[in-house]
């Protein structure tokens, strides 16, 4: 028997094999089961009704009748007695309507059902406004007796039929004086409204390769430019710091003193500083006047990736792969604050002399603002979905922008309201830069580069970094990237060992390079 039923259940999945089975993709499965639900849903009861002018004329009559029967009844009395008036305010009552709709009782308003309306209580009824009676007289239409009367007051028909427009021109309200026994006062109409459109992006000349600079003997992944705007210093994972002149771009001074690759510069304002990080977990403070490290700020337990001063206040935040940021007093070394939170590496840290005063970006896809003075997080912007390995400050606005694989994001301060998103750059972004003229340059891992209007958000231009003889393609990535204070070259660094500097072409202009900018559409799927 058992041999029978091994039989049975062989030639059964003999049988079942033998048979063709469709298989779709998971794109064509999603769609096809949007399209079902589509289809369910979409009754005759979600279609747009089309408007009926019987419909809304009876609704417009009803509430009428309903609100203002009795100044109706009124006026037509005083233009039985007036008919000779020369701007009658009078109009003509409806027929089969007597009693007034007006609600009766001892509030203006029964607060629950069964409150007893009485006409000893009718004085206790709701009066309409001046103005909505003069605008329930514009909406009547005139009847014969104040047709034939109008007659004799020449300009009458000009200005009804006048008024919707005065009404929208004019701000306020206008009372327009007539020949009379009253003013009519116009009711001031909706101004309509603009749609909503997408500005213009400003005009960028293009930006051109102007320098390579060779020197370094690895990768070289920090750049920092010194106050006043003389020369640059350049950190490298052949553990040196080099000092360039920005005029002639000679190399003035190599500092050595690193055991690990130099991961981030940044010069002082107010002092002959110079403080450098790198994965050797130190902190350095190199003196300029003697060319020599004067100072160490030990308390990192990793590599660190990134550093700035304050601009303001003497300290000095650096930030690392321990995911700490720790703010440094610059004179007697001691820790301040070490700013807990992050929970993975923070690649970037900013300061400036307003709230929030410290920014940090991570890899854990945040970016924080901390309070300076009590040393806690601020505000916590989770939007981003990918690592953020670079954080820019816009020099002018009270604005920044925050660099991910998944796109560009621009924040303003201090509660970091989201801006707008700067997509189109799909790489691994490590870097930023933007200048006072509203510049904003991105840098991939690939060799990209993007050049932003921050303003609009519109990529005006792309460029691919070169690599250099001798190197491989896959060392073209682009590991930082800053503007000179006058905002007119760039300074790059990159994989192929490089320092390359750019600026604007003098010889372009808007109309040999126009902006070739369209509003973006909103494209929808069809199911």
């Known amino acids: 028997m058992s041999r029978l039923f091994r039989k049975h259940l062989k030639s059964s999945n003999m049988a079942a094999t033998t048979e063709d089975i469709t298989k779709h993709s998971v794109h064509t499965l999603v ?4 399209k079902r639900t589509h289809d369910m849903f979409l009754a005759d009861h979600t279609l747009p009704v089309a408007q009926s002018k019987l419909a809304d004329d009876v609704k417009k009559k009803f509430k009428i009748l309903a609100e203002y029967s009795h100044i109706i009844r009124t006026h037509t009395d005083k233009l039985n007695n007036t008919q000779n008036s020369s701007f009658p305010l009078a109009l003509e009552a409806p027929k089969n309507h007597d009693a007034p709709l007006a609600i009766t009782g001892p509030h203006h ?20 406004t001046a103005t909505g009676e003069n605008y329930v007289r514009s909406l009547q239409p005139l009847s014969q007796t ?20 005065l009404d929208r021109i004019a701000p306020k309200s206008k009372v327009l004086g007539v020949t009379g026994e009253s003013k009519v006062p116009f009711s001031m109409g909706i101004v309509p409204r603009k749609g909503r459109t997408l500005p213009k992006p400003t005009w960028h000349a293009p930006w051109k390769l102007m320098r390579v600079i060779s020197g370094h ?3 070289v992944r920090c750049v ?5 705007n003389q020369w640059f210093c350049t950190g490298s994972a052949d553990r040196t710091i080099k000092i360039w002149d920005l005029a002639s771009n000679k190399l003035k001074l190599s500092l050595t003193g690193h055991i690990s690759t130099v991961r981030g510069l940044v010069v002082s304002p107010r002092h002959p500083y110079l403080f450098s990080v790198g994965e050797d977990k130190t902190v350095k403070c190199w003196d300029l006047e003697y060319n020599k490290v004067t100072r160490h700020y030990h308390g990192h337990l990793s590599a660190i990736y990134s550093v700035d001063i304050h601009p303001t206040v003497d300290v000095v935040v650096t930030a690392g792969r321990d995911s700490t940021a720790r703010v440094w007093d610059i004179r007697t070394k001691s820790c301040v604050h070490t700013l807990t939170g992050h929970t993975n590496t923070i690649a970037d840290v900013k300061c400036q002399g307003v709230e929030p005063q410290i920014i940090t970006g991570s890899h854990d896809c ?12 601020q505000v916590t912007l989770t939007n981003h979905k990918k690592s953020i390995r670079s954080v820019v400050l816009h020099p002018i606005q009270y604005t920044m922008a925050s660099a991910s694989a998944d796109n560009i994001k621009q924040w303003k301060f201090p509660e970091g309201n989201f801006i707008q998103n700067l997509a189109g750059h799909n790489a691994i972004l490590n870097c930023m830069a933007v200048n006072s003229d509203g510049v904003l340059v991105s840098g991939g891992d690939n060799g990209s580069m993007h050049l932003w209007d921050w303003k609009t958000g519109y990529n005006f231009q792309r460029m691919q970094a070169a690599v250099q003889p001798g190197s491989l393609d896959s060392e073209s990535g682009i590991f930082s990237m800053i503007f000179d204070h006058s905002g007119t070259r760039l300074i790059t660094t990159e994989a192929d060992k490089t320092i390359k500097i ?17 509003p973006d559409i909103i494209k929808r799927k069809k199911y």
């Not at 769609?31 to 949007?34: A, D, K, N, Q, T």
């Not at 607060?111 to 709701?126: F, I």
């Not at 007659?151 to 919707?164: D, F, L």
Request: no cysteine.
């Open 31 to 34: 769609f096809r089961s949007i």
């Open 109 to 128: 308003f029964p607060s629950a059902p069964g409150v007893s309306l009485t006409e000893d209580t009718a004085a206790n009824k709701r009066q309409p």
């Open 146 to 165: 104040q047709s034939d009367a109008n007659k004799h007051a020449p300009g009458i028909h000009e200005i009804r039929e006048k008024a919707g427009t």
């Open 217 to 219: 003997t690895g990768w």
């Open 224 to 228: 920092a430019m010194e106050p006043a």
């Open 366 to 377: 945040t970016i924080r603002y901390w309070d300076l003075v009590a040393g806690k997080s």
């Open 502 to 518: 750019y600026k604007e072409d003098d010889t372009a202009s808007e109309e040999s390079h126009p902006v070739n900018w369209r």
